[in-house]
């Protein structure tokens, strides 16, 4: 028995001093108790996954818009669902806006030109230009008695917009009868909205052709 005891009271013993090497001498020593052995390096924790950084992609090179060079380029005509437009919406009747000559112009050059018979409704065709005008002049009928023609000037950008809307029936194509200069002179309109994208809704009956202008001052060809 008494053998016993002394064995317990030396585990104790030891047990004491590794408490005060491990626990208490750092401790007050300001170390940190640890398993590692004294000078070799704390290990690191590495992490099971890494976020991965996406590549940096570089900016769209942005498309050259494409210089005129002079020429009239023909509007092509387009299914009128392109635009949202219901067959046989009725649309707005207005009488075209007296002409206004733009100050120190003398000539006009054609941009772009629009040629039919039938109602329709064209592509967009953009006008990078500060300025333009609508030649509507050359428009020639199959009879005097219940000629029309509608043009509408819509935004691209805004379908529900009309720009500008002309609208002629008998009394309109009777009053330039015979008179090509008068015709000439007056259906004409000028915009002052230019560097924007529009299309036309063209309706027509008993016509037999319109040939329309989208017209730039002389000034603008080599800008």
Known sequence: MTKKQDFIYVVLGIAVVLVIALVVKPAATGELPGLW???????????????????QTAAPTPTPVPTWDGKPRPIGFVDPTTYQIPAGESR?????????????ITRWVTYATIDGQ??????????????????????????????????QVMDARDPNRFVRVFTFNFADFLAVKDKPDLKKQQWVSIFYEGYHD???VINTRCIDSYHLKIQVPEEYVDT
């Open 92 to 104: 707005l009747n207005m009488t075209s806006l007296p002409a206004v000559a733009g100050p120190g």
């Open 37 to 55: 052995g004294a000078g070799e390096p704390e290990p690191t924790i590495t992490p099971a996954w890494t976020p991965a950084i996406p590549p």
């Open 118 to 151: 039938w109602s329709g409704t064209t592509g967009i065709v953009r006008v990078p230009f500060p300025m333009w005008r609508l030649d509507y002049s050359d428009i020639t009928t199959s009879n005097d008695e219940i000629p029309f023609f509608n043009c």
């Open 198 to 200: 529009y299309y036309f």
